[in-house]
């Protein structure tokens, strides 16, 4: 699959600067802590690690903006995040299986941003390959 950038034309190289990638592999860190925080029960260690990790998602996606895939892709780990740490923010509270309004607890509140990541993710891959397709075709 050909990637696309905002203005439809095909980038054949695709190269990240050496601080950016940094950046990038420093999220993965971040994310990592959050993730096993969570695992071990490390409540203020979990809460804290959801703003670098999701401040440095956020740099990343608007580091690569203006090229749609990478876009669309990073905005979908955003939700991903946003999810996440809301679910575990509900478990960390032992609020996770309380009932909001029947049968809907507060852990199904991180259906709605994982939802919206996959939302953008169909959009671009179903939307968008079709619609690079038949510009191929033409």
Do not use: Q
């Amino acid at each position: 699959m050909k990637v696309y950038s905002t203005v439809e034309e095909p980038i054949s190289t695709y190269s990240i600067p050496l601080k950016f990638r940094k950046l990038e592999n420093l999220h993965i860190l971040f994310w990592l802590f959050k993730d096993i925080s969570w695992c071990l029960i490390w409540k203020p260690l979990g809460i804290a690690m959801i703003f670098p990790t999701l401040i440095a998602a956020i740099i990343i996606t608007l580091h690569t903006r203006n090229i749609f895939a990478e876009l669309c892709h990073n905005l979908a780990v955003i939700f991903w995040i946003s999810a996440n740490s809301c679910w575990m923010i509900v478990e960390f509270l032992e609020i996770d299986e309380s009932i909001i309004i029947y049968p809907i607890t507060y852990k199904h509140l991180a259906i709605i941003p994982f939802s919206l990541g996959i939302f953008i993710l169909l959009y671009y891959y179903l939307w968008c390959g079709l619609k690079n397709k038949i510009y191929a075709s033409l």
